[in-house]
């Protein structure tokens, strides 16, 4: 069976500094043979279909800076399977409000340099569902897909829910686990979930042989992926 490193949302530009670390490390810690980004790897923030902050960098600026970013993570895991967020489908849902059909555009890998990445809603890998996660909320999202696809499942999206969660019974046992993200939530692009007193969790799971582990990123003061021991 495969070991899987699960990636949580990390909205390019966007992202927490040193996650990227932080994975590379789980990836060598636990030997994972595979890599799955669970979705919205970049965040368009100036496509958005709400309203954008004013003190935001144009469309251009905050692409190209999105797009430095990507090629970090395209270089550190050259193959990944990408399950496609709200936010990396958000130049198609505009398209569409104009009437441009999708083969007008470009394929995700052209836009963002990731030649060796396979981007896709979905993917089953052992027997596990994995999927970004848009549509499912609460307090516990996986568990809800677990519910309605009747088999395991691996979320992102929801970047306060992290964890792990089984169900059995007298034949099988399942779970559902929410990964966590990597975002910054200081960022600018994030003002909208300020009044939330709830705050994002920086994490990311490995399912080892069919097994799921969600690891908390551990970056407060003094701690190995802290902001301070990074550029």
């Given at each position: 069976m495969s070991r899987v490193l699960a990636i949580g949302d990390t909205h390019n530009?966007?992202?927490r500094k040193g996650y990227l670390q932080f994975c590379l490390d789980l990836y060598d810690?636990?030997?994972c043979d595979k890599v799955v980004h669970m979705g919205d790897v970049n965040d368009h923030h100036n496509i958005s279909f709400h309203e954008t902050e004013p003190s935001s960098p144009g469309v251009m600026s905050e692409y190209e800076k999105a797009k430095a970013?990507?090629?970090l993570w395209h270089d550190a895991f050259p193959r990944v399977k990408v399950c496609l967020g709200n936010h990396d489908l958000r130049v198609i849902r505009r398209a569409k409000t104009v009437k441009i059909p999708e083969f007008f555009l470009?394929?995700?890998n052209q836009l963002w340099g990731t030649p060796g990445w396979k981007w896709a809603k979905s993917f089953v890998i052992d027997g596990v569902y994995y999927y970004h996660g848009t549509g499912q909320g609460g307090k516990y999202p996986s568990s809800n897909a677990v519910g309605k696809m009747l088999m395991s499942c691996v979320l992102g999206h929801n970047h306060t829910a992290s964890g792990v969660k089984f169900?059995?019974?007298?034949?099988?046992?399942i779970f559902a686990?929410?990964?966590?993200c990597g975002i910054d939530d200081t960022a600018m692009a994030f003002n909208y979930v300020e009044e939330n007193k709830q705050r994002s969790i920086l994490s990311a799971a490995v399912i080892i042989d069919g097994i799921p582990y969600v690891e908390p990123m551990p970056c407060g003061r003094g701690e190995r992926y802290h902001d301070s021991n990074f550029k």
């Amino acid at each position: 069976m495969s070991r899987v490193l699960a990636i949580g949302d990390t909205h390019n530009p966007w992202c927490r500094k040193g996650y990227l670390q932080f994975c590379l490390d789980l990836y060598d810690e636990w030997d994972c043979d595979k890599v799955v980004h669970m979705g919205d790897v970049n965040d368009h923030h100036n496509i958005s279909f709400h309203e954008t902050e004013p003190s935001s960098p144009g469309v251009m600026s905050e692409y190209e800076k999105a797009k430095a970013a990507t090629k970090l993570w395209h270089d550190a895991f050259p193959r990944v399977k990408v399950c496609l967020g709200n936010h990396d489908l958000r130049v198609i849902r505009r398209a569409k409000t104009v009437k441009i059909p999708e083969f007008f555009l470009k394929t995700h890998n052209q836009l963002w340099g990731t030649p060796g990445w396979k981007w896709a809603k979905s993917f089953v890998i052992d027997g596990v569902y994995y999927y970004h996660g848009t549509g499912q909320g609460g307090k516990y999202p996986s568990s809800n897909a677990v519910g309605k696809m009747l088999m395991s499942c691996v979320l992102g999206h929801n970047h306060t829910a992290s964890g792990v969660k089984f169900f059995a019974n007298p034949l099988h046992r399942i779970f559902a686990c929410d990964t966590g993200c990597g975002i910054d939530d200081t960022a600018m692009a994030f003002n909208y979930v300020e009044e939330n007193k709830q705050r994002s969790i920086l994490s990311a799971a490995v399912i080892i042989d069919g097994i799921p582990y969600v690891e908390p990123m551990p970056c407060g003061r003094g701690e190995r992926y802290h902001d301070s021991n990074f550029k």
